[in-house]
């Protein structure tokens, strides 16, 4: 990806690590942002780019902390769906980035929606699912160029659909009974082999590789994140029991019914990635879905993300399932936090995404107003500083390859 340099001046910038500033200016040097702060105190260096937001609105892009995008491709029917692979109830080996098509047109409607980051996971099918992956939402001339962070989390589930998915087969799982005993006896496998492999190491011996153990290895290491789909609040607090007999990292995902238990995953300091919330109830775990339980769990002092779970939800709806949210009771501040500096924070992004800080990269919007007004809409994104999206003459620009790499 091809870093810039630019400085956005005379706008309301919502660093949203810190408090608003009126007429402010924002510099990136080399796809890196080095000030922020009024406009009368920051020196613009020459030779950057120019853009005069007076009148706008300025935030850092916004993190889609649970998508498919890429892998479940816009128009492309199954042979563009590659987010299950279930032919086995544990695929923790599975890779996202290996499916991720960078051409998908959801990437084009994320940037529409001012979206920069998305962490792409595997689906909800298995008990196990596989490994996420952090990119930007454009840029490069393949994926690999885009990536934040190769190593994110490994994606689980509990619940319906694993149930479905491998009962559905008549094979283990079939009740909510095997999905926890499949992923206790993965985790234990991976201890094992933990063990083994450390004294393999210390004996100067040979020793046989497995990525499936290697993957859950490094979840029991804290390396990586353990991103959990579960809706109802007794899977919820299976996902605690795991988690606690184990020892790692966990993210609810979806959490429909974390409100019912939002208490204890406040004293825990367990985050929810929440949503999608433009849904109807199509399966039982979602009989008590509603926006303003992202209210009620925000309220109980839990930190709070927001996801389309795209292509659930269009991606570039991201930012009005925040608005309604909004209109339900969640604090406005946290609804934007919840795009942005508590999704990166959540999955360990923070050093390059999620604010407009010196030090994270230039991945910034520019709106036409208060982008919770259903009626802003983004003008400018930014990735690194290159623009990638623009709106003009009444139509959205997306920046392409042969714009990019002339």
Known sequence: MTASSIAIVNAYVVPVAGDPIEKGTVVVEDGRITAVGPSSAVTVPSGVRIVDASGKWVLPGFVEAHGHVGIHEEANGPAGDDTNEMTTPNTAAVRAIDAINIDDEGFRDALAGGVTAVVVKPGSGNPIGGQTVAIKSWGGRTIDEQVIKEAVSVKSALGENPKRVHGGKEQTPSTRLGVAMVIREAFVDAQNYAVARAEAERDGKAFARDLTRETLARVLAGELVWDQHTHRHDDIATAIRLADEFGYKLV???????????????????????????????????????????????????????????????????????????????????????????????????????????????????????????????????????????????????????????
């Open 252 to 406: 609810v995902n979806h959490g429909t019914e974390a409100h019912k238990i939002a208490d204890v995953l406040a004293e825990r300091d367990i985050p929810v990635i929440f949503g999608p919330m433009f849904t109807s109830r199509s399966k039982v775990e979602l009989r008590d879905r509603a926006i303003g339980n992202l209210a009620l769990i925000a309220a109980a002092g839990v930190r709070v993300a927001i996801t389309t779970d795209h292509p659930v939800v269009p991606i570039n709806f991201l930012v009005h399932q925040a608005s309604l949210a909004v209109k339900e009771g969640l604090p406005r501040e946290t609804a934007l936090e919840a795009l942005t500096v508590n999704p990166a924070a959540f999955l360990g992004l923070d050093d390059r995404v999620g604010a407009l800080e010196p030090g994270r990269d230039g991945d910034i919007v520019v709106w036409t107003g208060d982008p919770l007004d259903v009626n802003s809409r983004a003008e400018h994104v930014f990735i690194e500083g290159a623009e990638v999206y623009r709106w003009e003459d009444g139509a959205g620009h997306v920046v392409e390859r042969g714009e990019r790499f002339a």
